[in-house]
């Protein structure tokens, strides 16, 4: 076991960590060793000098993230060992050997007890986006980890880093393949087709999150009226065509977004004139909209990355969502959803009600939604619940 610097955390400000959360705060700390700096594996300590746990030093206020309840070394073999624990949960999930899925988010940082790592797998291609310094200075030993893992089933590892690592740290990455060389893919989920770009779209390339939403909604779909707003590459949009929409518009203000649901719409033969895309603010074309829709999906991105703003996200989506009430037809189906993940379940819950509140529609709870078991939740780290949403009948 190496050698590795300690911190000592007082009396009184471990019941966190003795309680399992990865996240240790500055707030906690009687004392560090010298020299400990961002990006470096430590092991923290009761003020009785009795180990707690280990994982990496961070600046800032989480002054360390956990990766481990029991002493490690974090090395190749360790990194081996994370993977494969974290590929189980997958098997265990039906994800691994699926003939209408072949894509998955393989890690999911504190939900995989790896703070700071997302690894997406897309039918071959392994896109790792790291958040902190250690798991950036891993890159190679987890691309070494996919290999062992994967074998032949690993046509590339993509790093794609770049963005999170400029917001989180003074780290300069240029996205780019640690592993073998690939270009934009088609996926499969759930016997559709789309076109995962993780070298210039958004996140790793495709939002994985929402598979099993964009599933139940084709229990709603057919023979209805469909508006897809905040759309990116149109993936519910594809779902209520393939369910028998009798008509789908798709809403995005990013022209390349549309692009790639045009794309998307082609790649599944459902070029029968029932789609349409608009690039426009999908806020402005809920104000301007004529049409009369009887299936809305509002998933928008994340009003509130902070504390901070918190507030004012919540009122955003109560005005949101009031908009969509307000257009939508008697006896129409609305999806919606808040990825923000300072916005809890309830504050959301209680937004939307203030929105049909607002709007004098009668309105139905239909479904409670969350996101699906390859994003799991630490029961110990509630915060790694960010996706919440709603089915509601709305008359």
Not at 56 to 64: E, F, H, K, N, R
Not at 161 to 182: C, H, K, P, W
Not at 254 to 273: C, F, H, Q, R, Y
Request: with cysteine; glycine share 8%; proline share 3%.
């Amino acid at each position: 076991m190496g050698k590795y610097q300690s911190i000592y955390l007082l009396n009184g400000r471990d019941e966190a960590v003795r309680r399992f959360h990865p996240w240790i705060f500055s707030g906690a700390i009687k004392r560090a060793e010298k020299g400990i700096k961002e990006g470096d594996w430590v092991e923290i300590f009761s003020e009785e000098e009795k180990y707690l746990a280990s994982g990496y030093a961070l600046p800032g206020s989480i002054t360390v993230k956990i990766c481990s309840f029991s002493r490690v070394d974090p090395d190749q073999t360790w990194w081996n060992a994370k993977l494969q624990q974290a590929f189980a949960l997958r098997c265990a999930a039906g994800l691994t050997d699926n003939p209408i899925t072949n894509c998955y988010r393989l890690v999911f940082s504190e939900g995989d007890l790896l703070p700071g790592l997302i690894i997406d797998f897309y039918n071959g291609t392994a896109v790792i986006q790291t958040h902190a310094a250690f798991m950036h200075d891993a890159k190679l030993m987890i691309t070494e980890a996919l290999k062992n893992l994967y074998g032949e089933n690993l046509k590339a590892v993509f790093d794609k880093s770049a963005d999170t690592m400029s917001r989180n740290t003074d780290i300069e990455v240029v996205d780019s393949y640690l592993f073998g060389q690939s270009g934009t893919e088609e996926i499969v989920e759930n016997s559709l087709h789309f076109k995962a770009n993780w070298e210039d779209g958004q996140k790793t390339g495709f939002f994985l999150d929402q598979r099993e939403n964009r599933k139940l909604l084709q229990q709603y779909a057919k023979g209805r009226k469909v508006l897809n707003t905040f759309c990116y590459t149109g993936g519910f949009s594809i779902y209520a065509l393939s369910a028998g929409a009798t008509l789908v518009h798709s809403v995005d203000s990013s022209a390349k977004a549309i692009a790639g649901v045009e794309t998307n719409v082609l790649l599944n033969g459902l070029n029968d004139g029932r789609h349409q895309a608009f690039t426009i603010d999908a806020k402005r074309y809920l104000e301007e909209m004529e049409e009369t829709y009887d299936l809305i999906i509002l998933d928008p991105p994340a009003f509130a990355k902070h504390m901070d703003s918190r507030h004012k996200a919540i009122k955003g989506y109560t005005k949101l969502n009031k908009q969509a009430f307000e257009k939508i037809a008697p006896g129409g189906i609305l999806f919606t959803f808040s990825c923000s993940q300072v916005v809890d379940r309830q504050q959301f819950y209680s937004a939307v009600m203030a929105a049909a509140i607002e709007s004098g529609r009668e309105v139905k709870v239909l479904h409670q939604l969350t996101q699906p078991a390859d994003h799991p939740i630490n029961i110990f780290h509630a915060e790694g619940q960010y996706l919440k949403g709603l089915v509601l009948m709305v008359y």
